[in-house]
């Protein structure tokens, strides 16, 4: 089983709104990641948590937190968002070390978020 | 710097043909992977190859092949017996040891298969 799921799958918010996307995987992967994607792009890397600690942040705005409660589950946290932030958010894991080695990274199926 | 670069942003195959979509990389390093993954219009990502550099056997999945010349810095991808259901975007993408699993993607290949 490969999967990763993330809900929602659809999200409209306001500039002054909080919200989460939530990610969730339970194939025992200890890496997870955060990306965003705009349309016919590749997807950019923002976060990746290895054994439940931030390992790399991009230099991402603060007005995206991440947070990873366990190994199975990583939430991101929005809030004053700006109209550039509509994207796609994608999670994907992987089985081991992020910082060791270069494991496979399975993706979910994205949040479309888009900021109104 | 690690650079990925896919020259054909669009490609158009006929149903049952074969075709290949090109990708080259940049890098000083020996050890890393190089990776096919495919995004259909329901835009998830979806692993199709996956090939170690140290390894000189160019990975094969089913109807998906790699051609892999590792002094060439190339990484092409074919589909043989193309299928409807191969139309998406294609990225290649590039990842190296001890860099905390960061991936390299290049800009894609939109790939449309005609019937």
């Known amino acids: 089983d490969t999967e990763v799921t993330q809900t929602p799958k659809h999200l409209v918010m306001g500039m002054t709104n909080k919200k989460s996307l939530k990610c969730e995987q339970h194939m025992g992967h200890r890496a997870m990641y955060w990306y965003k994607q705009k349309a016919k792009k590749p997807p950019e890397l923002m976060f990746v948590y290895s054994y439940e600690k931030l390992s790399i942040n991009e230099s991402v705005p603060s007005r995206f937190s991440p947070e990873c409660p366990n190994s199975s589950l990583l939430n991101l946290h929005l809030h004053a968002l700006q109209p550039e932030d509509s994207a796609l958010y994608l999670c994907?894991?992987?089985?081991?070390?992020?910082?060791?080695?270069?494991?496979?990274?399975?993706f979910g199926p994205g949040t479309r978020l888009l900021v109104l | 710097a690690q650079t990925v670069t896919q020259s054909q942003p669009e490609m158009s195959v006929q149903e049952a043909e074969t075709v290949t979509l090109s990708c080259t990389y940049d890098t000083s390093e020996s050890d890393y992977y190089l990776f096919w993954y495919k995004q259909p219009p329901s835009r998830q990502m979806i692993l199709v190859i996956r090939q170690e550099a140290y390894k000189q056997q160019n990975a094969t999945e089913n109807r998906f092949s790699v051609n892999f010349q590792k002094a060439a810095k190339s990484f092409s991808l074919k589909i043989s017996d193309s299928q409807l259901g191969d139309a998406a975007m294609y990225f290649c993408?590039?990842?190296?040891?001890?860099?905390?699993?960061?991936?390299?993607f290049g800009q894609g290949t939109e790939l449309s298969v005609k019937p």
């Open positions: 994907a894991s992987s089985r081991g070390n992020a910082g060791e080695f270069q494991e496979t990274q399975y």
């Open positions: 993408a590039y990842g190296i040891y001890n860099q905390g699993g960061k991936l390299i």
